[in-house]
């Protein structure tokens, strides 16, 4: 039976929830930065002053009890509330400083960083961005568990735990081979899917879950004879396959400064009222402290969004 005057430290607490993400304890001890005795006995402390058990040892792996799986959103929670109490405690009341972990997703993240990164610069010095690239659902996944503070991506996720902040409308402009007759057009609407042959990028992306939806609201088949033998886990890669004649695609506004500057490809743009777009914005977790200044970095994220999408105009018809 657990001791009703006994307070876990913030030490405890975070060691139970590194064994919980990590599944093992020498992971989480290295990423502690103690040693694997020190992890046992700060678990051990935390469950007898507790009185019941948060994580099952075994020789080949580490169990979260149903007891821990109940409790580690509130341990998460605390550490949460602990780290924003430290930022500010710095003087940092309103303003974005110290580490920073940002999840971007790879159909965002090359697009943005640069006119992102010089924002930070140049607005909050004092910050250190540590950014992750990676697909929605791990940087979902990663969020849950702590290793990242807050992801940028499409939205809405729907995901329990998580607050989403909408930061703009991104709409999808079609890219063709020279040679294409819809090349150059401005009207297109979503029947013109059907002939431009798709060429998606993997599972996994959510831009290719965005397109494909396009087609169903469309009625659109959507042809798979190039997709078939093609697996593509960047956008770069699609738009060099339609270079080579292979097929159409479809990339966000913000990618056409860099993409459309190779020499066989054209443009062409939706019909004004044709929704094809994506909604992009920064989810985090519920519990964090920090929405005032995950705010201020969302309007950094627009802006850099914004400059993105303005240096690709001149590639579009008109």
Request: proline fraction near 6%; charge should be negative.
């Given at each position: 039976?657990?001791?009703?005057?006994?307070?876990?430290?913030?030490?405890?607490?975070?060691?139970?929830?590194?064994?919980?993400?990590q599944?093992?304890f020498?992971?989480?001890?290295?990423?502690?930065g103690?040693?694997?005795?020190?992890?046992?006995?700060?678990?051990?402390?935390?469950?007898?002053?507790?009185?019941?058990?948060?994580?099952?040892?075994?020789?080949?792996?580490?169990?979260?009890?149903?007891?821990?799986?109940?409790l580690?959103?509130?341990?998460?929670?605390?550490?949460?509330?602990a780290?924003?109490?430290?930022?500010?405690?710095?003087?940092?009341?309103?303003?974005?400083?110290?580490?920073?972990?940002?999840?971007?997703?790879?159909?965002i993240?090359?697009?943005?960083?640069p006119?992102?990164?010089t924002?930070f610069?140049?607005?909050?010095?004092?910050?250190?961005?540590?950014?992750?690239?990676?697909?929605t659902?791990?940087?979902?996944?990663?969020?849950?568990?702590?290793?990242?503070?807050?992801?940028?991506?499409?939205?809405?996720?729907?995901?329990?735990?998580?607050?989403?902040?909408?930061?703009?409308?991104?709409?999808?402009?079609?890219?063709?081979?020279?040679?294409?007759?819809?090349a150059?057009r401005?009207?297109?609407?979503?029947d013109?899917?059907?002939d431009?042959?798709?060429?998606?990028l993997?599972?996994?992306?959510?831009?290719?879950?965005?397109?494909?939806?396009?087609c169903?609201?469309?009625?659109?088949?959507?042809?798979?004879?190039?997709?078939?033998?093609?697996?593509a886990?960047?956008l770069?890669?699609?738009?060099?396959l339609?270079?080579?004649d292979?097929?159409?695609?479809?990339?966000p506004?913000s990618?056409?400064a860099t993409e459309?500057?190779?020499?066989?490809?054209?443009?062409a743009?939706?019909?004004?009222?044709?929704?094809?777009?994506?909604?992009?914005g920064?989810?985090y977790r519920?519990?964090?402290?920090?929405?005032?200044?995950?705010?201020?970095?969302g309007?950094?994220?627009?802006?850099?969004?914004?400059?993105?999408?303005?240096?690709?105009?001149?590639?579009?018809?008109?």
């Amino acid at each position: 039976m657990g001791n009703r005057e006994y307070k876990p430290t913030l030490a405890q607490i975070r060691t139970f929830v590194t064994i919980a993400e990590q599944k093992h304890f020498v992971s989480a001890a290295a990423k502690l930065g103690i040693s694997q005795p020190s992890l046992s006995q700060a678990l051990a402390s935390l469950e007898n002053g507790l009185g019941i058990q948060l994580i099952e040892r075994s020789t080949r792996r580490v169990i979260v009890t149903p007891t821990g799986e109940a409790l580690l959103p509130y341990a998460k929670a605390t550490l949460d509330a602990a780290d924003a109490f430290v930022t500010q405690s710095r003087g940092a009341l309103g303003e974005l400083a110290g580490p920073l972990n940002i999840g971007i997703i790879p159909t965002i993240a090359p697009y943005i960083l640069p006119a992102l990164l010089t924002g930070f610069e140049e607005q909050f010095p004092e910050l250190e961005p540590r950014i992750v690239e990676n697909q929605t659902e791990v940087l979902l996944g990663m969020l849950r568990d702590g290793q990242i503070d807050l992801a940028v991506l499409a939205t809405p996720v729907n995901v329990s735990g998580v607050s989403e902040l909408p930061l703009y409308d991104e709409p999808f402009v079609a890219v063709t081979h020279n040679d294409n007759p819809l090349a150059g057009r401005t009207d297109l609407t979503l029947d013109a899917l059907e002939d431009l042959n798709l060429l998606l990028l993997d599972d996994g992306h959510c831009l290719r879950d965005q397109i494909v939806e396009l087609c169903k609201i469309a009625a659109v088949h959507r042809p798979a004879s190039a997709e078939s033998v093609t697996r593509a886990s960047s956008l770069t890669t699609v738009v060099q396959l339609v270079v080579a004649d292979m097929g159409s695609t479809l990339i966000p506004s913000s990618a056409v400064a860099t993409e459309l500057t190779r020499p066989g490809v054209a443009a062409a743009t939706f019909a004004e009222g044709v929704d094809a777009k994506r909604t992009v914005g920064l989810v985090y977790r519920s519990s964090s402290q920090r929405a005032s200044e995950f705010e201020q970095l969302g309007k950094l994220v627009t802006s850099a969004f914004e400059q993105a999408q303005e240096a690709g105009k001149h590639l579009l018809p008109r």
